[in-house]
């Protein structure tokens, strides 16, 4: 914490988001290979996703060197989706593992929202955003063969003329965040019309939902998640309930939220979603 009370450019601040996010997607991803019994060999692909930080070569070429993966994997980094990027991320790798039937994908996440933390700006939008984000990283291993959870429909809605609600502003002394107060007011408005397309889309219906998984943006946007969906006041526990122990992660913490989910008993298909720059709507259903 001594750090941040020190002025730190932006080179400062890019070096520790590359040796700290490097850690936490080196620990995330041993142990997604562990549970399912693969070693780094077994990688065909590998999709990254990040927005708090910049690496050339990408994150995803730093994590080769360091757990061995093969030197034809196929790398694809993932930069600007914000808290979207989870999602996103799981559509981007069950979308090459079907391209590749029988490969194996992994899907590595990170973010330091906590370098956004800037001395120099006192600013509302600031302050409330440190206050509210954490750190985290989270790996899956996706491919067609095998048991497991599957990613049964994948999309994403952007709305026209919100490029202003979420994003970063590149500033001298690190990322400063965009982050307007007006993110209730579009779940509330126009998140419910994507949805219902998105299910529409897929021949389904919000009745054949038994789980909805969201991004917990903050406590105002669960609020207005809970009036939308259809479900019981509270019915967003897990999302609560991440967004308590670790904060809003961007884009890792729907894969929180997730992996609570896929340990509870009594639900068939669930629908994760999650909003990010753009201002954009993702969503996937995962079927068990």
Avoid at 5 to 29: I, V, Y
Avoid at 197 to 207: I, K, N, V, Y
Wanted: glycine residues 12%; negative net charge; aromatic residues 6%.
């Amino acid at each position: 914490m001594s750090a941040y009370l020190e002025p730190m450019g932006f080179g400062r601040r890019n070096a520790l988001f590359l040796q700290t996010a490097l850690d936490l997607l080196e620990d995330a991803t041993r142990r997604a290979l562990a549970t399912v019994g693969l070693e780094p060999e077994a990688i065909d692909g590998v999709i990254t996703v990040c927005s708090t930080g910049i690496a050339t070569p990408s994150l995803d070429a730093h994590l080769a060197e360091r757990i061995g993966l093969r030197e034809d994997v196929i790398r694809t980094p993932l930069f600007g989706l914000g808290c979207a990027g989870g999602v996103l991320g799981l559509a981007r790798a069950a979308d090459l593992a079907r391209a590749r039937p029988g490969s194996s994908v992994l899907l590595a996440v990170v973010e330091l929202c906590s370098l956004a933390l800037r001395w120099s700006d006192a600013s509302v939008p600031n302050l409330v955003a440190c206050a509210l984000f954490g750190d985290g990283g989270a790996a899956a291993i996706l491919s067609t063969e095998g048991e497991g959870p599957r990613i049964a429909a994948t999309g994403e809605t952007r709305f026209p003329g919100t490029l202003q609600v979420m994003g970063w502003r590149i500033e001298d002394d690190g990322l400063g965040v965009l982050f307007s107060p007006s993110v209730p007011e579009i779940v509330r408005h126009r998140l419910g019309r994507a949805l219902s397309a998105f299910l529409t889309r897929h021949g389904l219906t919000e009745c054949e939902v038994d789980r909805w998984l969201c991004h917990p943006g903050g406590a105002k946007v669960l609020a207005a998640l809970e009036q939308l969906l259809p479900q019981p006041a509270g019915g967003l526990e897990h999302a609560r309930a991440v967004l308590a122990e670790f904060g809003n992660m961007s884009a890792p913490t729907v894969l929180f939220v997730l992996d609570r989910a896929l340990v509870e008993p009594g639900w068939q298909r669930a629908v994760l979603t999650a909003l990010g720059p753009g201002f954009t709507a993702a969503f996937a259903v995962v079927e068990r």
